[in-house]
């Protein structure tokens, strides 16, 4: 019995409740911020090594295999770099209004009246809000977590593997030399 007259409660607005949606909204914002900066470092450095190489091998370098290697990382990692900060938007469904009232992409399917009166009424109740924040930062973290930053471990990796193969396939022939 209890428990119903719990579920019924409407919440009341506490500072704390509003503390704990600000510092998660701010959180998904920061952590979307370093998610496009890494993007970046990993663009300018993909670029600038995939320059050189390309230059060198053009010039006919000894090194030819070990430059092919780390250029095609590097390549693959700009292009999921890119993936990673490129903006998709998809439209949601109209059938029940917008997804989400705070997100542009969805809410910019409306007419302007009808967004407003969508707004003003959440504004109104207070478990509402606490909803429309609740899913926003739901589907923020989902775009975190499944595309920047899955895309960026990917750049991150490719890079890295690249770097690592060049590195071997560059001294495998002085290591041969070595033990013969």
Known sequence: M???IVAETKPASTPDGVHLLRTAMTVQYQLSQMADQKANM???ATFVIFTITVA?????????APLLILGGAAFMAALLAILAVLPSVKTPPRAGGPANVLFFGSFTQLPEAEFVNMLTGVAADQRAIYEAFAHDI????RVLAFKKYRY????????LAGLVASFLTF???FAVAAFS
Do not use: C, H, T
Request: avoid cysteine; hydrophobic fraction near 45%.
């Open 2 to 4: 209890a428990k119903d």
């Open 42 to 44: 990993v663009l300018a």
């Open 56 to 64: 060198q091998v053009r010039e006919g370098s000894a090194m030819a």
């Open 138 to 141: 739901y589907q923020n973290g």
């Open 152 to 159: 960026l471990g990917y750049a991150y990796r490719i890079l």
């Open 171 to 173: 001294i495998a022939p």
